[in-house]
């Protein structure tokens, strides 16, 4: 029905940046919401940002606001993440989801990707 696919990640040096791409394939209607998340490694897995294209809201972890940019590209049907100054705890596997309505909480999406990995240096 859905299926979300993560692109962009890779190694950075602490200081650089990156942007990450979620392409949704499928037509069946997967919510208004899409997320980011990170599982850094030995940690939970936790919110990054969020955009709900309903409310035209966006959300932000304390740890990523004014460095982080969720964005909508329509002609490509895709969110992409920009992470500019990206420092070593940036390290992770990033993860798009979808869902009906924006959250802070996984539970609340849907659909997965399977992550990219980034990999920030020192």
């Known amino acids: 029905q859905v299926q979300l696919e993560e692109s962009g990640g890779g190694l950075v040096q602490a200081g650089g940046s990156l942007r990450l791409s979620c392409t949704e394939f499928?037509?069946?209607?997967?919510?208004?919401?899409k997320g980011w998340f990170r599982r850094a490694p030995g940690k939970e897995r936790e919110f990054v940002a969020a955009?709900?294209?309903?409310?035209?809201?966006?959300y932000y972890a304390d740890s990523v606001k004014g460095r982080f940019t969720i964005s909508r590209d329509a002609a490509k049907n895709t969110v992409d993440l920009q992470m500019n100054n990206l420092k070593f705890e940036d390290t992770a596997v990033y993860y798009c989801a979808a869902g009906v309505v924006a959250d802070t909480d996984e539970r609340a999406y849907n659909y997965w990707g399977q992550g990219t990995q980034v990999t920030v240096s020192s």
């Open positions: 955009d709900d294209r309903r409310t035209g809201a966006t």
């Open positions: 499928g037509r069946t209607f997967s919510g208004y919401a």
